[in-house]
Every structure is written in C-alpha cells, then in structure tokens.
C-alpha cells in the first residue's frame, strides 16, 4: 500500500470493487501490494486514475464504490489502465423496494453547546449573510443595473478590482512616460482600501440574466418562481426590483410569487419601472435612492446566536477529479451528517450526478412517495436530454475525464458521497424550499452555476462546493465555501481555494477528522468570522436553468 518513500499507493473505495485507485503516479512495471495481493502494472498509472485488479473479458462488469460503474469493451489484464477506450458507462436499473433504512448517526455531543451567529428573519429563519438584492424582471434591465452596481459598490466600499484599476493606471503612466511595461508588477500596485459604509450589510447583490421576455411563457413562470426565491432568501435583507414594462414576467407576477412563497413577507421591497418613468436617467437616481434609504435600514440589523440547526447546508461539486469521491466528497459528506444529526437541512442536487447511485438514494429515503418522486424526476429529466441528443452517459467534462473520472456512474458514486449516509426526507423539484430538516434530494442540472443557483432557490444558507481542479464558483447571496481534494491544488490557487482535503490523500487526516474540520469552517463563515475566497471576490454567478437542456 505504501511505496519506498512512506506515500500511499493505493486504495480500495469497497471491498466488493475490481479496480483500485493510484494515489500518486505509478510507473509502468512496477509492483504494487494492497491487501496480501500484488499487481505488476501494465501502463503507467498517474494519480487519481485506476486499474484493473484481475483478468476480464469484454462485457464484465466493473465495480467502483461497490456500485456498477461500467462494462469493459475490450479483453483487458490485470495491472492495466482504466481508459475511456476499454470501459464504458454503464448502471444498474432501479425502482423502490420498500427498503427500511436504519441510519447511524454519527456523535455530535462536541457541538451540544455550539450555536453560530447569523441574521434573524421575523419568519423564523436565519442568514448567514444580510444582503441588499436587485432583480431585474427582464434581461433589459442589465445595463441599469451594472450602471448602479458601479455606483454603489464604489461609494459604498463593496468593489474588490481597485488593484485592477492602480494596476492599469501604472501601465497607463508607464506608456506615457515611454518606459517598458515588464518593470510594472500587479503586485506593487497600491491598493486603496474602501471602508464599508454600512457594517452590517455584507454586500449589494445583482441577479444578472438573459430571461423574463421571449423564450416560453414557461420558462418566464419557472424564472419567476426562481427570483422570487431569493427575494425570499434567509440571507437577503432587502430588494430593489428594475422592470422594463411590457415583458412576460410581470412585476405583479413576480410580487405574486414572492407572497405565496411566504404570506408573512416583510423585507423593504422597491419596484421601478422604465416604461411608466420619465427617463432613464430618472429611473436610475430613483433606484439608487430608495435602495440607500433601504440599506440604512437594514443596517440596524445584527448578528444573533442561532443554534445550528438553523443552517442550511448545500453540497455541490465541480471541476471534479479522481480524487473528487476519495477525500473531498465524502469528508463534506460527514460534515452533512454531522449537520443532520444536530437538526440541520443539507441539500444534494445535480440529479445527472445521480445517475448510478439511484437505488442506493430511493433506498434511503423515508417514504415511498418521495422515492418515487425522485425516480420521476430522474427518468423525466434524462428523457428530455435524450431528446436534444444527449444524456445523463455524456455527463463527464473532458477536464473530468483526464482526472479520471471515465464514466458518469463512476463520477456520480463519487458525487452523491457529498450527501453523507442520512436518510432521504424530501424531494424538491427546480425552486421547491426545503422545509425539513435532514437530507433533501433537489432537482437541479450538474453545471456548476445552474446547481448552485438551484441550491441557494431552495434554501440553501452555505454551499460547501467540492473541486479537484479548481473553479471560481460562487452565488450572489449564498456563500460558497471551496474545498480542495488534494493539497497540490490547495497551494497552486490558493486565492479562490477555502479548504484542504489533501491531508485524507496522504493519511495524515481521516475522513471523520476532515468532516469536522470542514464543519467548524461552516460553523466561523456562517458567523462571518471567515470570509470565503468568492464572497472576497463578489464571485456572484447567477445562471436560471432551461429544463431539459443542461446536464
């Protein structure tokens, strides 16, 4: 298991697989022992890639997290290559079987006196963030609001490209002067440091997007529903709402949308439309005016103790890597449970990153009819991918693949591990809220930006986001917490990267050990003692999703 230098070799993600994961590059020839067996290896095997531990014929099955991941296309030998050549995608069928699941919770008397401290909403639910919104109806109103996203994020302290601008401005200096560009480092460019005018406000958020007119009436229903989710957010304060006038999504559509989520809705809420204003100009100073009146409100909020069952804890992963369901997936997975057993909400989403693991979450869950809600909304979704000329099976990235991650049902054993053991309490379907506390399934595509933005419409108060080879990634009003699956990519972007999981890579830190840790780092952003690296970037990506086209 271990190679001359003390590094671990291998490892084995279930007694029952066929293969075995290399932990660091192994050269072709060379023998590796695991478990009393040896294996010469045929290829050269690099790190997060896997090989064969037997003989097998074409159609054999393989097995990776006890699972069935694929079926060799060629006669392949033990010690040899796993490749996109000689395996194919391939899951087992499903369906519900009335499986009583028994569930072990794990011990979280270390947290029975912990609480976090977080914004209080008159509805019982509690942010982890106190932010001022603005949503646009219609993508018309996206030049207005970059105009006013420019005008209050500089005066009020909320731009982060100030080095950017010195930085510009010194090559500026530097032409001008006719000296070399080279000898202007971005480095040593003065940075001037803004105060934040209101203390208590932790950003102005812009919901950006291509929608509300042409496209289907229901796809301006189904972005209604989406906005109106965040104005609802735990984490927003308030909302400034631009609207063009004569597109499909209506103010009062959306005003409509908003109550019915919730009827006890109280957050100041400031509506302008340009087509019943005398100019644009005027639309603007109104909006910026009114919102700097909301913001002095909101202001006077603080932050309170809430005990943690109060969080909302959505896991998500991108860029993902052959390391992605060995250290960082299931180390956020425990992190899950932990939250569970103490009376939290976590919320598992990319449905096309379920694909395989199906039986395994229908058997979890609580009832039967969620169990067939969620086999609804899996067999529906991948039969309106097929119908555009694709499907769950073409799910893993090229950048995916590389890593090795050579088959979707591989890559989803690996994903659905950020969801931890609990049992399966609801299902939500694309904006649904979570309302129980436990683990919910929630309906969303696989692309980074679309599931994050699904996660943060249900609810999701922190979203702990797994990569293996790194991604900016981030919301507008939930913060994303990065977690590495290896230290190699830790160090390399150390700038948008929260959390190291390399240490359960080379068996300095168990699974259990880096489940808590990433907890604790959960519990300090949720307080806003830990800033994450895309709060401190405004990384505030917003993609409403198409049903049916995306994976």
């Known amino acids: 298991m271990y190679g001359k230098n003390g590094i671990r070799q291998v490892i084995q993600m279930h007694p029952k697989d066929n293969v075995l994961v290399a932990l660091t590059d192994l050269e072709k020839d060379s023998v590796v022992e695991y478990e009393n067996q040896q294996y010469i290896l045929q290829d050269l095997i690099k790190a997060k890639h896997k090989f064969y531990i037997e003989d097998l014929t074409t159609g054999a099955e393989i097995l990776m997290y006890g699972v069935l991941i694929g079926k060799v296309q060629t006669n392949v030998k033990r010690g040899s290559l796993m490749t996109t050549e000689n395996l194919k995608h391939a899951a087992e069928p499903y369906a519900y079987r009335g499986v009583s699941y028994h569930w072990q919770a794990p011990d979280v008397s270390k947290y029975s006196n912990t609480s976090f401290n977080g914004f209080h909403q008159n509805n019982g639910q509690v942010g982890t963030a106190n932010y001022w919104l603005f949503i646009p109806t219609v993508f018309c109103e996206n030049r207005n609001l970059d105009v006013i996203k420019e005008a209050l994020h500089n005066q009020l302290g909320y731009a982060v490209s100030d080095k950017y601008l010195r930085y510009t401005q010194d090559l500026l200096e530097a032409y001008q002067n006719g000296e070399s560009l080279n000898t202007i480092n971005i480095s040593l460019a003065a940075t001037n440091s803004t105060n934040r005018v209101f203390k208590n406000v932790d950003g102005i958020k812009f919901l950006n997007h291509q929608g509300g007119c042409g496209g289907t009436r229901q796809d301006a229903n189904t972005l209604s529903a989406l906005l109106a989710a965040y104005a609802n957010h735990p984490n927003v304060g308030g909302i400034t709402v631009l609207s063009l006038g004569c597109q499909h999504l209506q103010v009062q559509q959306l005003v409509n949308d908003i109550k019915s989520q919730d009827p006890s809705f109280d957050k100041p809420l400031y509506i302008f439309e340009q087509q019943e204003t005398e100019s644009e100009e005027q639309l603007i100073a109104n909006a910026i005016k009114n919102t700097f009146e909301g913001l002095i ?40 449970d932990l939250l569970v057993a103490l009376g939290g909400k976590v919320l598992l989403a990319e449905f096309p990153e379920l694909c395989g693991v199906e039986q395994n979450l229908i058997d979890r869950c609580v009832n039967e009819s969620i169990a067939h809600k969620f086999i609804h909304l899996m067999q529906s979704y991948d039969e309106l991918a097929h119908k555009v000329g694709s499907g769950f099976f073409m799910n893993p990235s090229p950048g995916n693949i590389k890593d090795g991650l050579i088959t979707d049902a591989m890559k989803s054993a690996g994903a659905a591990k950020k969801g931890g053991t609990a049992p399966v309490v609801d299902v939500l379907d694309y904006t649904e809220p979570a309302s129980l506390p436990g683990l919910s399934l929630v309906c969303t595509p696989g692309n980074d930006v679309e599931a994050t933005t699904g996660k943060a419409a249900a609810g999701a108060t922190l979203i702990l986001f797994t990569t293996g080879l790194g991604t900016p990634t981030g919301n507008p009003v939930c913060p994303v917490i990065k977690v590495a699956t290896n230290s190699v990519l830790a160090k390399k ?32 952003a949720a307080s806003g003692i830990i800033i994450p690296k895309a709060v401190q970037l405004n990384q505030d990506d917003f993609i409403p999703w198409k049903r049916g086209v995306s994976l």
Request: hydrophobic fraction near 35%.
């Open 493 to 524: 972007m150390s700038d948008i990267i929260d959390i190291d999981c390399g240490p359960v890579i080379s068996g300095e830190k168990t699974i259990e050990e880096m489940g808590e840790d990433i907890l604790d780092y959960c519990i300090k």
């Open 297 to 336: 409100l909101i202001n006077k909020r603080e932050r309170k103790p809430a005990p943690l069952s109060k969080l909302t804890l959505g896991v998500k992963c991108g860029g993902s890597d052959g390391f992605s369901g060995v250290s960082a997936n299931p180390a956020v997975g425990y992190a899950s």
